[in-house]
């Protein structure tokens, strides 16, 4: 649904609860003066027909009482008054009163029980007829003889308020259609027309368009969003063309690797770390092209050089480590922070996320203890388990990475250690049980049509066992893939190479 529709439904809701609830408030204000206004003039009949009984019956005149009866029917015959003695039976009514008799019976023994006046509206909604039944008193006030019910049909209040109503619910619907109709007009104007033309706009940038524009129309918060994108469209033309140069330096670089990887035959933690120069190569020589491009260096530009210094130097170490091929060098191991090591590397990895349409999350639990290990290493274990996830997970797809404190065995019948847990799920293609089994065995890959060599896995486990660490890893076919490592923090005793 548009947000213009859901606006204007929200508006034309909004509108017609208040108005509504305002209507019926003021329906209900108008019963109550109606009713109010009707009773009071009941009760000041039934107040005068009172003393008027009352005197004539002190009087003993009852051709007085029935004189006032005749004398009331031919002002308002729709008025029906009965006078009953102290046992309840009525002795005198009006002419034509038989049919509201039944009315007015209970009223009458309850008034004569309890010497209290009585009003009461009946039927259906209380607005079929107005009961007020008075108490008549002997000479001296002090002893009831008898009852007086005043009974007076209710027809002009209902038809007083099936007007209201009427004219009330026609200016409810009135003002409701006249906000819709001016709200979603305003909408249409200021609101679903310029997105149109932005999501148009969008629509040919997707398709390759680049030189898609939107013309402002106002300088409101849509005109705003409308000068951002089309300045995003802009940067993301230069873009584009520098990604062309990277795409074909990365191509290049990945025929060399490749080839390099196949070479490694010598060992495997020589060819394993010559397969891990090209991760990092593949991104830096694309990202070092792109800065040396650009005169100024924004913010964002300033943090992306930081971090191709900091690889930059990681592969000059890994490079003079390659020199060494009959030995792999002792790991230099120190107390670290594994926060700052694997967030370096979902950093250097979220451009590539972005780029395969796939979704990177990190997530780290506080506080997490240090620990002791190779930096190197340690980043080398993330790129390599990140890289694997990012490859195996289509578009749409996820990845997790969470590091969090941990308690684990490193082999079974081993005490428990505490450390940290770097944990990397996604949502990938995933691996059957005969892949499980043999996923760490060196040169033995499912991506191979892909260029994998089958070297990154085993390059992790022989790292994380030099940490005395574990590496644990479950998987099923479509549903993805994932891996847990843990590495000892550096209070631990007894860790380190072996």
């Known amino acids: 649904m548009r947000i213009s529709t859901k ?8 509108s017609a609860v208040i108005l509504g609830a305002y209507g019926y408030s003021q329906l209900q204000k108008e019963e109550h003066d109606l009713r109010t206004a009707t009773e009071h003039a009941a009760r000041l009949l039934a107040t005068a027909l009172q003393v008027a009984m009352e005197n004539a019956l002190r009087d003993g005149q009852a051709a007085d009482v029935n004189e006032i009866l005749e004398s009331l029917d031919h002002r308002d015959p729709t008025v029906d008054v009965f006078v009953f003695d102290a046992q309840a039976v009525p002795v005198v009514r009006s002419p034509g009163s038989s049919q509201t008799l039944h009315l007015v019976e209970d009223a009458a023994r309850q008034v004569l029980k309890t010497h209290h006046s009585l009003t009461r509206f009946t039927g259906p909604q209380k607005l079929s007829h107005l009961l007020i039944v008075l108490p008549l008193h002997s000479d001296d006030s002090t002893v009831v003889v008898g009852a007086l019910a005043v009974v007076k049909p209710l027809d002009g209040l209902r038809q007083d308020l099936e007007s209201t109503s009427r004219a009330t619910v026609l200016s409810v619907l009135t003002l409701i259609t006249g906000i819709s109709l001016v709200g979603w007009l305003l909408l249409m104007l200021y609101l679903r027309r310029p997105l149109e033309r932005v999501v148009g706009a969008m629509r040919a940038v997707r398709g390759g368009d680049f030189t898609a524009t939107v013309t402002p129309g106002s300088d409101d918060e849509v005109g705003e969003v409308v000068h951002a994108f089309n300045g995003m469209v802009k940067e993301l033309g230069e873009a584009r063309q520098r990604l062309s140069a990277e795409a074909e330096s990365r191509l290049a670089l990945e025929a060399g690797l490749r080839r390099v990887d196949k070479l490694a035959a010598v060992g495997q933690l020589s060819a394993g770390l010559a397969h891990e120069i090209g991760s990092p190569l593949l991104i830096l020589n694309g990202r070092a092209q792109a800065l040396a491009a650009r005169a100024e260096l924004p913010d964002d530009v300033r943090r992306n050089a930081r971090i191709l210094v900091e690889q930059s130097e990681r592969i000059e170490r890994i490079v003079r480590q390659l020199l060494d091929l009959a030995r792999r060098k002792p790991s230099k191991l120190e107390s670290l922070d594994a ?5 370096a590397v979902v950093e250097l990895l979220e451009f590539d996320a972005r780029k395969r349409d796939v979704r990177l999350t990190f997530h780290s639990e506080e506080p ?4 002791l290990a190779d930096g190197d290493g340690l980043q080398q274990v993330a790129l390599n388990l990140l890289t694997n996830a990012l490859r195996a997970t289509p578009r749409g797809g996820e990845v997790r990475v969470t590091l969090a404190p941990s308690t684990f065995q490193p082999a079974p019948g081993l005490r428990e250690r505490h ?5 990397v799920e996604d949502t990938g293609v995933g691996m ?9 065995e060196p040169f033995f890959t499912t991506w191979s049509a892909h260029g994998g060599t089958g070297l990154g896995l085993p390059v992790v486990k022989a790292i994380v066992a030099e940490h005395g660490g574990a590496v644990t890893v479950t998987s099923r076919p479509g549903q993805g893939t994932h891996f847990i490592v843990h590495i000892p923090s550096e209070k631990e005793e007894g860790t380190g190479a072996i």
């Open 7 to 14: 606006l204007g439904l929200g508006l034309t809701l909004t």
């Open 339 to 343: 926060l700052a090591s694997v967030r």
């Open 368 to 371: 997490l203890p240090r620990v």
């Open 419 to 423: 450390g940290v847990r770097l944990s």
């Open 432 to 440: 059957d049980d005969a892949a499980l089994e043999r996923f760490f």
